[in-house]
């Protein structure tokens, strides 16, 4: 069973940083797919950032140039760096993973239902 665990949420003030952390029980059956999604109340979960176990990577028009996902293999951890972050960035933000999966990463990032695994979200909260 894979299983996700979220960490690092918190409230910054906007222009700030935050690094939000993912470990994932089980991380080798590739090639395998992994992301970051976020939903606010009342809309869609969004995509956010892909990356594939080849490095491949795709982000949402939204966090371009702001966000950067990451993967440590050593540590089964997938990462999301996120500056420059504004008011619209507050959401609960939420690891996902799929395994034995070569589509591409600029397909995935936009069907949240293609992922079958889901951590339980961690709160990132910025403040004008």
């Known amino acids: 069973l894979v299983q996700l665990v979220e960490s690092g949420g918190g409230s910054v003030h906007a222009g700030g940083s935050l690094k939000i952390s993912c470990v994932i029980s089980?991380?080798?059956?590739?090639?395998?797919?992994l992301a970051w999604f976020r939903q606010v109340p009342g809309k869609q979960r969004e995509g956010v950032a892909v990356?594939?176990?080849?490095?491949?990577?795709s982000y949402a028009d939204a966090v371009k140039g702001r966000f950067t996902i990451s993967q440590d293999n050593a540590t089964s951890s997938l990462y999301l760096q996120m500056n420059s972050l504004k008011p619209e960035d507050t959401a609960m933000y939420y690891c996902?993973?799929?395994?034995?999966?070569?589509?591409?990463?600029?397909?995935?990032?936009?069907?949240?239902?293609?992922?079958?695994?889901w951590g339980q979200g961690t709160q990132v909260t910025v403040s004008s």
């Open positions: 990356i594939g176990n080849e490095g491949s990577s």
């Open positions: 996902a993973a799929t395994k034995e999966d070569s589509r591409p990463v600029w397909w995935l990032i936009l069907r949240p239902d293609g992922f079958p695994y």
């Open positions: 089980e991380y080798t059956y590739s090639p395998y797919r």
